[in-house]
């Protein structure tokens, strides 16, 4: 299984973007890549995924490097409702234990007024 | 997104009961669950996976007879934490994959163990 790589903790001004980076060189052609976040005393909330061209929706961008072995979370302005630990994660598939996401460390993402 | 519920959202019970958390997939059925714990401060830990009609398949060093999983219908699937001790004190968090395989998850029930 691809593992990822996330610093502990950002710190982010209020209104600024926010850039949350994720290491997986071992990540496999087939996978993708999760970003999910957790508030505090709550369930993982979805946020994008991708293969391997950047994505975007309404909440975030998510830019894979064209080796796949890195990626970036963009959050394009951040607010307070933004703090959360931030998870990087790649999908495990295939087989009858397909789609299981094994969640690492995540970031801590302060944003601050 | 797709909806997922689970209930109780807290609760406290006494050593040696036993305890029983429900997931619901509320606008979409899911052949596949998932259960997590979240010890304070830590990350999620994946405890098993849970399939319709068959036997949930547990993560290494999960005992199986403790954490009982039921998954008996599309919408539905629950853990039962038997004889329960202050160390399976946790926040349990069950996650939902959809037809299009992406997972939802529910907003986690915060078991205390008294």
């Not at chain 1, 080796?67 to 933004?82: E, G, M, Y």
Request: aromatic share 8%.
């Amino acid at each position: 299984d691809a593992k990822t790589t996330q610093p502990p903790s950002m710190d982010c001004a209020e209104g600024r973007a926010a850039n949350l980076p994720c290491n997986h060189s071992t990540i496999s052609g087939n996978e993708y890549v999760y970003w999910y976040r957790q508030i505090h005393s709550q369930g993982p909330q979805y946020i994008i995924h991708g293969l391997k061209n950047n994505e975007t929706n309404e909440m975030a961008s998510l830019i894979i490097t064209e080796d796949r072995k890195s990626s970036t979370l963009i959050l394009p302005h951040a607010t307070l409702r933004d703090t959360a630990v931030y998870y990087c994660i790649v999908r495990v598939g295939g087989g009858n234990q397909g789609g299981k996401l094994i969640f690492g460390q995540g970031t801590e993402l302060s944003v601050k007024p | 997104g797709a909806v997922v519920s689970q209930h109780p959202s807290r609760v406290i019970c006494k050593s040696g009961t036993s305890v029983k958390i429900e997931c619901r997939s509320l606008d979409f059925q899911a052949t596949t669950m998932f259960w997590y714990r979240q010890f304070p401060k830590q990350s999620l830990m994946l405890m098993a996976t849970s399939n319709e009609g068959s036997k949930a398949t547990y993560e290494q060093g999960v005992e199986k007879d403790k954490f009982l999983i039921n998954h008996a219908s599309l919408t539905l699937s629950t853990l039962t934490v038997t004889s329960a001790h202050p160390e399976d004190s946790s926040f349990y968090i069950c996650s939902a994959r959809t037809g299009h395989d992406e997972a939802f998850f529910g907003q986690g029930t915060r078991l205390t163990v008294v």
